[in-house]
T-cell receptor, first 117, second 109 residues
């Protein structure tokens, strides 16, 4: 079945550094990718939607200058958390979908656990 | 997208069928019903989806009422590995997946 690969699976870094998370669709063309964030004991919250070759659309309350999203190809999207601080510590999950087929479901990566010290 | 209502938690004995209900009374005609589950510390896993007909795959069955205002996900023989949070989501074909709080299913020996 369809697979979405996310890397790294976990990262620990110092406050003030930037962290890049990669999301790849392995066996389908992801015309659209989604980035979610999940805090402990809470549900997934959509942060932004990105279409290949165009700017991402951010949900209300998500800072686009802090969470930089690049979707340069049909198989790769990246999320960069810039100048990360402890409050950015969370579980980040990407998702991908082939929007040319409305019957195809959306598939998720296994998430990246980000801890900012 | 229409909202869904699910019980916060359910228990099921291993080997028995797990029936997870979902209410979506404001669903519109072009919205599909999707089910995902999230095992602890992993990304959500797609289970099944449907529009108005009942659906079955290797993981589960989806029963949608005739008026489409509710649905039930059935795991025919639950195992300990099915312990997870199950999310019922309604969405138009090109819409976003918006997650609610889901049902925490605990499968016990």
């Amino acid at each position: 079945g369809a697979v979405v690969s996310q890397h790294p699976s976990w990262v620990i870094c110092k406050s003030g550094t930037s962290v890049k998370i990669e999301c790849r669709s392995l066996d389908f063309q992801a015309t659209t990718m989604f980035w979610y964030r999940q805090f402990p004991k809470q549900s997934l919250m959509l942060m932004a939607t990105s279409n290949e070759g165009s700017k991402a659309t951010y949900e209300q309350g998500v800072e686009k200058d802090k969470f930089l999203i690049n979707h340069a190809s049909l198989t790769l999207s990246t999320l960069t958390v810039t100048s990360a601080h402890p409050e950015d510590s969370s579980f980040y999950i990407c998702s991908a979908r082939d929007m040319t087929d409305s019957n195809q479901p959306q598939h998720f990566g296994d998430g990246t656990r980000l801890s900012i010290l | 997208d229409a909202k869904t209502t699910q019980p916060p938690s359910m228990d099921c004995a291993e080997g028995r069928a797990a029936n997870l209900p979902c209410n979506h009374s404001t669903i519109s005609g072009n919205e599909y019903v999707y089910w995902y589950r999230q095992i602890h510390s992993q990304g959500p896993q797609y289970i099944i989806h449907g529009l108005k007909n009942n659906e079955t795959n290797e993981m589960a069955s989806l029963i949608i009422t005739e008026d489409r205002k509710s649905s039930t996900l059935i795991l025919p023989h639950a195992t300990l590995r099915d312990t997870a949070v199950y999310y019922c989501i309604v969405r138009v074909p090109w819409g976003k997946l918006t997650f609610g709080t889901g049902t925490r299913l605990q499968v016990t020996l």
